[in-house]
């Protein structure tokens, strides 16, 4: 199907948290929080097509072990908005997956944002459409933000979402590492403390704040301890403005002033760890 007639083509952009406050655990097991979502130009790619029926292919760098079944949010966002919308056509999808699998930057939940906005695109759908953002809850917590893919402040679970002007951040060098492997999302907040360290402040123009935190850190260091060596070696980087921990871990990022600080920084980082994924991009 790649770049077959009538394919039109979607980035699955991956996401990053430049600030995590967790403030309660709530009493349905899930945790309020309070967030600044970032995006990055690149992530995995989603390839669609017209097809009478609804499939999924996957390829990349990720692909292995990868299901393209119904248990894919990709499927399960392509079969609802076909139910939802009453439609008699299908797709043929294809997912290269280029980002690491539950990693903190986005992974499932991207991928589905970018088929909600791929297949509204085929199917002529308007993208403002309400049944897709209620698709997009469905889906996940972070579905609404992957969805946008824009700044915007998430609170709650996440999703309810306040666009920001991102003008001071937009184009923003930013590079991203992963020690190789994936953290469960569960077992690092099952290991957040409790402790509510303060709300988060955001002011207008926006730029990063060192008082922004990823309270998730520790626990996610607890669970993978070489996440406290990708940080300590962002924040060993010449030029680098501002490190963290994206999500619930292992990805963390750092921000630099210049894209030659950052291309040197992941130079070296590829250089002395081999073992290391990394990816250079932008913000959005």
């Known amino acids: 199907m790649k770049g077959g007639p009538g394919a039109l083509r979607e980035t699955a952009f991956a996401k990053i948290n430049l600030a995590l406050h967790v403030r309660e655990r709530l009493p349905d097991g899930y945790h309020r929080i309070e967030t600044l979502f ?17 499939s999924l292919t996957i390829d990349g760098a ?37 980002l690491p699998v539950a990693s903190g930057i986005g992974g499932g ?23 897709i953002g209620e698709i997009a ?6 579905v609404p933000a992957c969805f946008l893919s824009e700044t915007c402040r998430g609170d709650g679970k996440g999703d309810r979402l306040a666009p920001l002007s991102s003008d001071n951040l937009r184009e923003c060098p930013v590079l991203l590492v ?39 850190m520790d626990p996610a260091k607890t669970v993978a301890p070489a996440i406290g060596d990708v940080l ?10 501002f490190t963290r921990m994206s999500g619930s871990g292992a990805t963390c990022f750092a921000l630099f002033d210049t894209v030659g600080e950052c291309d040197t920084a ?11 994924w990394t990816m250079r991009s932008l913000l959005r």
């Open 38 to 54: 970032a995006f990055c130009k690149d992530g995995d790619t989603l390839e669609a097509a017209p097809a009478d029926d609804i």
């Open 62 to 98: 990720f692909a292995d072990g990868l299901s393209a079944g119904e248990d894919n949010l990709v499927i399960q966002a392509a079969t609802q908005l076909q139910a939802a919308s009453s439609l008699a056509s299908g797709a043929a999808m294809r997912l290269t997956k280029a």
């Open 109 to 131: 939940s991207a991928d589905a944002a970018a088929a909600l906005r791929l297949l509204a695109r085929l199917w002529n759908i308007p993208r403002d459409s309400p049944v």
């Open 137 to 142: 809850s469905s889906l996940g917590a972070d």
């Open 178 to 216: 992963n020690p190789g492997f994936a953290v469960p999302t569960g077992p690092v907040f099952a290991g957040w403390d409790g402790a509510d360290r303060g709300s988060l402040a955001l002011s207008e123009p926006l730029k990063w704040d060192p008082a922004w935190r990823n309270d998730l």
């Open 232 to 241: 300590a070696a962002l924040e060993a980087c010449p030029g680098a403005v």
């Open 266 to 276: 992941a130079e070296t980082l590829i250089a002395e760890h081999a073992d290391w």
